[in-house]
């Protein structure tokens, strides 16, 4: 059913490269920069060079936090970039442990802490670290298309923005990457094992981010939808008119913009920014009643992308000739899945999934 399925939407091929030739996996390093560089032409815009240093600053700290299990810092991140430095915050929460612990870096829609999208409590408890950021103190989310402010101001050049730009998607992605250059340097940190999460269009930057950064052990998406984890072609979620009718089109490139009406041929689609994770990790979460982010294009994508994993000897994601149920969490493969029940939100039930998604793989990961 699902192979049919599949068939029936008739996506872009994952290995096909550029000079008609199919992949193999010694080739498999040259066909992930030709897709990269199609989801950057075409959606989400030309990453800027990373800086050379990335300076942190500890302006507070609490070694005593959540009932003295964890230390807090708040961290200020400071860059150079071609039109002067640039810094944002971000906080870091690590259990006090004596050996080096996971992290997962969470780009966060609020600077709270608790917060209703992220149990820090529950995540020390099950032995991981946290760092995370409020994605509008690098780019302020103002659906209007105004570039003056934030990280993007800081590498425009004139008024005209080039059609691939990077949009802010790109912006957020390129913050998380800055703070896992600081999250190298300390040694309280597995560095083996730091994944990238975000919920909504902060799913679809931690899948950009991942896809870009092979520093990063697993990207998590939680109900990132169209542009994200669900692949548009055949989709029933969103389409880029919404996008567009929302002034949310400034995530992405300006070209973006362009394929209006167009989704079912598109010269890219979601499973190949999957497909560029390969070799490393993938967590995926949907919910039942989240028709915007289309919980079934959603996992297509998964199953699609599976080939890059395929043609590494790996097994992608590891699921029946089904869809899956409510509750349903597979987590065999270097791509995982869970389907719960609810609509769109970043739950705790999302999290625990995750979190066990990366228990079972950071043991069968090789060290």
């Known amino acids: 059913m699902l192979r049919e399925d599949l068939r029936e939407r008739a996506l872009l091929p994952v290995l096909m490269m550029q000079d008609g030739l199919v992949a193999t996996a010694a ?59 640039f810094s944002f915050p971000f906080s870091l929460v690590l259990p006090k442990s004596e050996q080096p612990v996971p992290l997962i870096l969470h780009i966060a829609f609020r600077p709270d802490l608790p917060d209703r999208y992220m149990p820090a409590e529950e995540i020390i408890d099950q032995g991981f670290g946290l760092a995370y950021f409020y994605y509008m103190d ?30 802010r998607i790109g912006h957020w992605a390129y913050a998380a990457s800055r703070v896992m250059d600081y999250l190298q340097t300390l040694p309280e940190v597995d560095h083996r094992y730091v994944s990238v999460a975000g919920h909504s269009r902060l799913g679809k930057t931690a899948l950009w981010c991942g896809a870009q950064d092979k520093r990063f052990f697993c990207s998590i998406s939680n109900d990132s939808g169209f542009a994200g984890a669900a692949v548009a072609k055949g989709g029933r979620g969103e389409k880029i008119s ?35 994770i390969a070799p490393r990790r993938i967590c995926v979460g949907s919910a039942q009643k989240d028709i915007g982010a289309d919980p079934k294009s959603e996992f297509l994508s998964c199953l699609a992308a599976s080939e890059s994993y395929h043609l590494l000897g790996l097994q992608g994601l590891v699921t029946p000739d089904q869809y899956p149920e409510p509750g349903t969490r597979l987590h065999e493969g270097e791509i995982g899945y869970h389907l719960r029940t609810g609509t769109h939100f970043f739950s705790r039930t999302d999290w625990l999934a995750y979190m066990a998604y990366l228990k079972k793989h950071m043991n069968q990961a090789p060290v």
């Not at 030709?34 to 815009?45: A, K």
């Not at 780019?139 to 691939?164: H, T, V």
């Open 27 to 85: 080739q498999w390093p040259r066909r992930r920069p030709e897709l990269l560089n199609v989801l950057e032409e075409n959606i989400y815009g030309y990453t800027r060079p990373a800086p050379d240093t990335v300076y942190g600053q500890i302006g507070e700290e609490n070694s005593a936090f959540l009932a003295d299990k964890a230390i807090f810092r708040r961290i200020n991140l400071r860059f150079t970039t071609p039109n002067g430095g």
């Open 138 to 167: 690098v780019s302020p989310d103002s659906l209007d298309g105004d570039y003056s402010r934030g990280l993007g101001a800081c590498f425009r050049k004139g008024e005209q923005r080039d059609p691939a730009a990077w949009g």
């Open 242 to 276: 919404d996008f567009i009718r929302a002034g949310s089109w400034d995530w992405f490139c300006e070209r973006f913009k362009t394929y209006l009406g167009q989704e079912d041929d598109l010269p890219y689609d979601q499973h190949l920014l999957l497909a560029c």
